[in-house]
């Protein structure tokens, strides 16, 4: 098996965040997510200069953090729920947009980011194939990607198995070569339960 055989979205099937219960979980993810996006900010190298997407945004912690660095952002997620949160919790309203969308289809038009992100949710994505499709498509040349995700180990199981084992990490790393993007680079941040895959790239 090769490493873009791997499935990298193997949670596809989640029913998603949606009603009261989407609503919890945006609460409690407001401060789960505090952690991932710092360094997302940190890693992307976040400035006024940037027009960031965040896919997936649920409550907007990382679209908050990269306007707090000056950023334009356009935060997308497909529950109404989790936007519902995101727009409570944002008081910076006119830096940041928020969009109901998913990764396979999003509602930009092309080469308009320069910076596209995915925080712990790739492995949720329907079709992987077509969200990195159109992260390339909705980058402008020069523009960075980043992918992160929780390192889960090996056969892994429920809440522990939300993230990306080392093949699947590497596999997303070859999915986004394929796309086109170049300078695709895989590494680990933190260590223990905290420690993350990042896999990032450029828009030639």
Same mark, same amino acid.
């Given at each position: 098996?090769?490493a873009p055989d791997i499935a990298v979205n193997?949670?596809?099937?989640?029913? @998603?965040?949606? /009603?009261?219960? /989407?609503?919890?979980?945006? &609460?409690?993810?407001? =401060?789960?997510?505090?952690?991932?996006?710092?360094?997302? !900010?940190?890693?992307? $190298?976040?400035?006024? $200069?940037?027009?960031?997407?965040? =896919?997936?945004? /649920?409550?907007?912690?990382?679209?908050?953090?990269?306007?707090?660095?000056?950023?334009? *952002?356009? @935060?997308?997620?497909?529950?109404?729920?989790?936007?519902? *949160?995101?727009?409570?919790?944002?008081?910076?309203?006119?830096?940041?947009?928020?969009?109901?969308?998913?990764?396979?289809?999003?509602? &930009?038009?092309?080469?308009?980011?320069?910076?596209?992100?995915?925080?712990?949710?790739?492995?949720?994505?329907?079709? !992987?194939?077509?969200g990195v499709a159109e992260i390339r498509r909705?980058?402008?040349?020069?523009?960075?990607?980043?992918? =992160?995700?929780?390192?889960?180990?090996?056969? $892994?199981? @429920? &809440?522990?198995?939300?993230?990306?084992?080392?093949?699947?990490?590497?596999?997303?790393?070859?999915?986004?070569?394929?796309? @086109?993007?170049?300078?695709?680079?895989?590494?680990?941040?933190?260590?223990?339960?905290?420690?993350?895959?990042?896999? $990032?790239?450029?828009?030639?």
């Open positions: 098996m090769t193997h949670h596809a099937d989640h029913p @998603g965040f949606a /009603g009261v219960t /989407g609503t919890f979980f945006g &609460l409690v993810m407001l =401060i789960a997510g505090r952690r991932k996006a710092r360094l997302a !900010v940190d890693v992307a $190298a976040v400035s006024e $200069a940037d027009h960031v997407v965040d =896919i997936g945004c /649920g409550p907007g912690t990382a679209a908050r953090e990269a306007a707090r660095r000056g950023a334009r *952002v356009t @935060g997308v997620d497909p529950s109404p729920a989790m936007l519902r *949160v995101a727009r409570a919790f944002t008081r910076k309203k006119d830096s940041i947009t928020w969009l109901e969308g998913t990764a396979e289809s999003l509602p &930009l038009p092309d080469g308009t980011a320069t910076v596209v992100w995915s925080l712990a949710t790739v492995h949720h994505w329907q079709d !992987v194939d077509k909705v980058l402008a040349p020069g523009g960075r990607m980043l992918a =992160i995700e929780r390192v889960s180990r090996p056969g $892994a199981t @429920g &809440l522990a198995s939300h993230g990306w084992t080392e093949a699947q990490a590497k596999a997303f790393a070859a999915l986004c070569r394929n796309a @086109g993007l170049a300078d695709v680079r895989v590494s680990t941040h933190g260590s223990g339960r905290r420690a993350v895959w990042t896999v $990032a790239g450029l828009r030639q």
